[in-house]
Nanobody, 115 residues
Framework: QVQFVESGGGLVQPGGSLRLSCAVS????????MAWYRRVPGKQRELVAT???????NYADSVKGRFTISRDKAKNTVFLRMNSLKPADTAVYYC?????????WGQGTQVTVSA
């Protein structure tokens, strides 16, 4: 069973930055695309960023220009660099493939943006 383990979340002030990491238990190039999602309690999970195996990336309009998805092939790890964070970015962040698979969800990592 493939495992996705997210880390790097925390409490940050508005305007601050964080880098999230997602360690995957098998080669990330086994999948067509990797992705970061986030969920706020009471709302549906939102797709934040994707990166294909070919290196093409896409972002939700709400994070475009502020977030950057990247990867480390040797470490089977996907990253999400988040700059200029806003309170609206507060959520639990998850990585998965795109489209997501229900059996690939990990525990996620909490990001809280607050003064």
């Amino acid at each position: 069973q493939v495992q996705f383990v997210e880390s790097g979340g925390g409490l940050v002030q508005p305007g601050g930055s964080l880098r999230l990491s997602c360690a995957v238990s098998e080669s990330i190039f086994s999948f067509y695309a990797m992705a970061w999602y986030r969920r706020v309690p009471g709302k549906q999970r939102e797709l934040v960023a994707t990166m294909t195996s070919g290196g093409s990336s896409n972002y939700a309009d709400s994070v475009k220009g502020r977030f950057t998805i990247s990867r480390d092939k040797a470490k089977n790890t996907v990253f999400l660099r988040m700059n200029s964070l806003k309170p609206a970015d507060t959520a639990v962040y998850y990585c998965n493939i795109a489209p997501s698979r229900s059996d690939y969800w990990g525990q996620g990592t909490q990001v809280t943006v607050s003064a």
